[in-house]
């Protein structure tokens, strides 16, 4: 399982802000959900999938990131744990 954040350009909105998704891949198939968060592109790091900076948004949106990556993985672990 591989789980990343994407920034969703095709729907920047007015202010430039760009939604940033959860893709969750397995076997090849992916998923992706929205996180109802946007960023402007100048401070996405497309390299590690994450807000870049020091500010309190950006601490505050990369913990958010963080918990949700979490949750999906122990969710993955639950599944695979039932089906063997």
Known sequence: MQISFQ???SKTNKKGLTPIVLRITIDGKRVEL????RISPNNW??????????????????????????????QY????????
Request: cysteine-free; aromatic content about 4%; charged content about 30%.
């Open 34 to 37: 929205a996180t109802h968060r």
């Open 45 to 74: 790091d497309n390299t590690k999938g994450r807000p870049f900076g020091n500010t309190d948004e950006i601490i505050i949106l990369n913990n958010y990131h963080d918990s949700l990556k979490t949750k999906a993985q122990r």
């Open 7 to 9: 920034l969703k350009k």
């Open 77 to 84: 672990n639950i599944v695979e744990s039932l089906g063997n």
